[in-house]
């Protein structure tokens, strides 16, 4: 009886091979099937989209709320606008000057998400300016590649960024110290432009009717904080190469500027034509008057806390500003 079972068993052995085998590739396949589909599906939804829009971004351990969170898109351009935070999604505005490229999340410093994302919308970035004491005391780094560092004049505070990173971000006191592009390059034509920067205004420091300067090139554009006596609104004048010029500014009354670091974005595009304020990238000001091209070298003599005037003198941090 027993030699009958044993050879029962051995005969049946290469049947229980064969059903193991065709089970394990099966559950292989699964498994890779289930990878696969894993690849395929992108954490960002959509996967491509345009400035100023929504996107929700899917992944863990974010935390419930943003407290000490950050989204950056391209790898160093600050999402302004965070919708919604948990712990598993965020929802953000895509930022006014990002650019195709890694969107990465962090917590506590710590790298929680990254992923690719598409930004729709064309351009170069050509002045990309972070402020780090690890880089100069005298020249504020531009991070876009190009070189096109400014110059500090006059003395600045180097102060905390609004993360708490020492030596991120430049204090001015209102007394003329600013920072200068002088990276002579070559005049070009522009049908867009965007200008945009991290600030915190020092408001106790307006008078009324008094300016601060955030952006200015001489004949060509200027971006203002203006002290109205109903509040302080943010003033965009371009003039174009028929030497017309076009402006928009903020209703202090509707639009109220922030307290704290807020992004004070301006953009110009002759194709709309269109000119445009954005603060945290919510539109707070538009003008659709006619408006041409225009032709600047963007890298040079493009003053940021001043004018070349010696007037209207920022005052308050700056932590980063950008020319698209």
Not at 51 to 61: K, Q, R, T
Not at 160 to 177: E, M, P, R, T, V
């Amino acid at each position: 009886m027993t030699r009958i079972f044993k050879k029962t068993i051995a005969g049946q052995l290469p049947m229980y091979f064969i059903i193991w085998v065709c089970l394990a590739i099966f559950l292989v396949s699964c498994g890779s099937d289930e990878r696969d589909d894993q690849l395929d599906t992108n954490p960002i939804s959509p996967s491509s989209s345009h400035w100023g829009e929504v996107i929700s971004i899917a992944g863990h351990d974010f935390g419930d709320e943003q407290e000490s969170g950050i989204v950056l898109f391209g790898g160093d351009v600050i999402a302004s606008r965070v919708i919604s935070w948990s712990d598993t999604e965020i929802r953000c505005i895509v930022p006014f000057g990002s650019t195709t490229g890694p969107v990465t999340v962090f917590v506590n410093n710590v790298l929680k998400f990254s992923a690719n994302f598409v930004v729709e919308d064309g351009g170069e970035m050509i002045v990309h300016l972070k402020p780090s004491l690890n880089f100069s005391s005298q020249l504020i780094e531009d991070i876009s590649g190009n070189q096109n560092h400014a110059i500090v004049e006059g003395s600045v505070e180097w102060v905390s960024d609004q993360f708490g990173n020492l030596g991120k971000a430049i204090c001015l006191q209102g007394d003329g110290a600013h920072a200068v592009l002088r990276n002579e390059g070559s005049l070009k034509r522009f049908a867009r432009l965007l200008l945009s920067a991290n600030i915190d205004l020092n408001e106790s420091r307006f008078v009324e009717h008094n300016s601060m300067t955030i952006f200015h090139k001489d004949s060509c554009f200027s971006l203002e904080a203006i002290s109205t006596g109903q509040g302080v609104e943010l003033v965009l004048s371009v003039r174009d190469k028929d030497r017309v010029w076009s402006l928009a500014y903020s209703n202090p009354q509707t639009d109220p500027l922030p307290n704290g670091f807020f992004k004070a974005t301006a953009i110009f595009d002759s194709s709309k034509p269109l000119l445009s304020i954005y603060v945290d990238d919510e539109l707070v000001a538009s003008n659709s008057n006619y408006i041409g091209e225009i032709i600047a070298d963007v890298t040079d003599q493009v003053y940021i806390g001043t004018n070349p005037h010696e007037q209207d003198h920022f005052s308050g941090i700056i932590e980063e500003a950008f020319i698209f």
